[in-house]
């Protein structure tokens, strides 16, 4: 061998191995900052009994006597405080944040912990204070569903998105879907569930829009208000986020949004504050982002003066994964727990309160809140669970919550279907249904029932020529059909290429088909905003797909149903004329083709309505001016680059800052106050029977307006409606919304003919509005019109009020 040849390749093998030690060693190094750095601090879980004068406890910190702490029947307040007085400074500081990311990550030792859960509330081994488990998320619980050396398997139900929920505009329903989500995460030995989320969907594209509910705070309050309450009936703990203005996911670690004190309060703040106030959650998730300047996890004014001293939230603030920058900063705003937590912020806050810059007060003011957690937790009441959930009960339901918030936009004489039909699938979607989003609002479920699957057990039956040719199509294309797993599954959304019908294949389904169903599908999550084209849009293939099923089956005097399987807003008004029916199914979770199946058979009746506006053309939004329209994602390294300071004239417009130049104009709001013509509006949505709208009663007594109406089935087929209230001041001074949700409720089923009275009730705080000037809350006198509608568009009612 050449002697330079030798030299070069010595040269490469050091090199080599002094990327691998730089390897072996960051790796090292990350662990033992970011993964896991307990150290001591394991969970004390061999407890003692004891029984002293007949009442026997836990003795958690073994000193055979019984501690306030340890005493059930002191009051929490009495327990914390004592457990208080017994915490050293450094047993504080340490509860103040997580254990790391190893168990988001499934590195758990067998038999320890729960896999997959994103974070903990770490133990306090000397005082036997356990271990308290926080997991996703907003449509069911996202743990691993397989552990090491452990033959059993811990699959969770999907739950349908949080937007089909909201689509219901039934909120014992929603409690319904709470309390079984409850259940499940009380089996798994779950704490805390990471969710709902309730922030306003500013602008279709924001990639997390079908974790949450609304563009409207007020159903997004209600909503979410309703399923806290029905998580936390069960002793499980939920967190509510991301407060606030976290409306786009580009840049969403150190993006700072702008906005407007009215607009924070009457649009972004405002769904939190009903949350707060009708269902006081555990916890609350503070946001990536910065508002107007400072990063809510470290806003005093967001955390302390707003949240707790105006609202009057008692719970713990927790920090989005590996949110805001200053880890004191957020301890004294009011950011009690830092989650998942790693070995810099811990040294940070040791440092701290060692140069005084941490008080020892504001550590006792946060340890305090998360220590009432731990003491209400059914975990420090001796509870074990079985990890056996109720999967059966909650697939069922998952598929009545699912049937009800699937809202049909469109029916010309076409559905329900004849029983038992012979139904053309088109669009891979149908056979490959999408149950819910991605990123941390994925659930890890054991099976998503297709379309097709659901149709054929309601007695459809499938074409098998339109099952062909998806069939080869799949076979040629094998390797895209390959869904994402592990991490990869978080991150990058399943997207199998759609299929390029020929004319003749249409042709000949049509010939042998009934009907064809064609669906469309949309998968997007955390981490990445939508785009227009190939997303909000139809793709080109889809278009032709549409035309050519269109046309085929019409030829044949044969209908076609068109279902999307979406998150989020979808362009509709440039090719809804074609199809006879839409039916808009959102993402209904792992039963969600028996709910398509419900409706399209008349099994159950549509009773859904839009929780927000579909546009005719995404520049409609007033916010679409400043929002990031170019899709981009987030890397792992901006989870780790908060508090990157970047100059001001290098700053990126909608990246770096997003200025929310509409104000309170989101939504409904601006699309009615400019008279904007939309492809369906707010609140809409059909059903196969009819409504009539009689007898609007108003009355005004101790500050409240009562709204009594009577809602008639005038249709033929029995069935549920929602009764909307929109408000407005028809003498106002200032600039106001044209119509406010202040109001709904929903019918029981109603047989045709039968009627029922609804009574709702609005105070008149409610018809207040932020007065920027004055910083505070102001009610105009005036002429208030009450409009009751069948949607935002559809006011059948109306009448005045002087207040
Ligand atoms: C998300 C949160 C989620 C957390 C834990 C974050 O990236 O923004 O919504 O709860 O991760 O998985």
Redo the contacts with the bound molecule.
Sequence with gaps: MKKSLKKGLKILAFVLLLLLLVAVGGWFYLKSKLLNFEGNYVENTELNEVTIAGFTFLDRNGNGELDVYEDKRKTTTARVTDLLVQMTIEEKIHVLKGAGLGS?MGMTDPGVGIPGA??VIVPTPRLGIPTIYLS??PAGLRIEPFRENDKKTYYATAFPIATLLASTWNTDLVSSVGDAMGKEALAYGVDVI?GPGANIQRHPFNGRNFEYYSEDPFLTGFIGAAMINGIEANGVGTSV??YVANNQETNRNNTNAIVSERAMREIYLKGFEIIVKESQPWTI?SS?NKVNGTYTSESKELLTDILRDEWGFKGVVVS??FGGFDAPAQISAGNDLLEPGTKFQWDALIEAHENGNLTTEDIDIAVRRILRLIIESRKMDGYTYSNEPDLVAHAKTTEESASEGMVLLKNENSLPLPKGVNVALIGVTSYDFIAGGTG?GDVNEAYTISLEQGLDNKGFKINKEARAIYESHKKTNAKKFVKPEGMNAMFVPYNPPQIEYTQDQMENVAMVADAAILTIGRNSG?GGDRVEVDDFLLTATENEMLKKTVAAFHEKGKKVIVVLNIGGVLETSAWKDQPDAILLAWQGGQEGGNSVANILSGNVNPSAKLPMTFPVRVSDHASNKNFPLGGSSFGMTDVLTSGKIVPKDEQVRNEDYTIYEEGIYVGYRHFDKNNIAVSYPFGYGLSYTDFEYEALNLTSENDTITIAVTIKNSGDKVGKEVVQIYVSNSSTLIDRPIKELKGFAKTQNLEPDQTQEIQIKIPVSELRYWDDQKGGWALERGTYKFQVGSSSRDIRLTDEIEI
């Design positions: 988001g994103a974070g996703d998320g990471l986020k991301h998730m990536y989005d994964w941390s955390e």
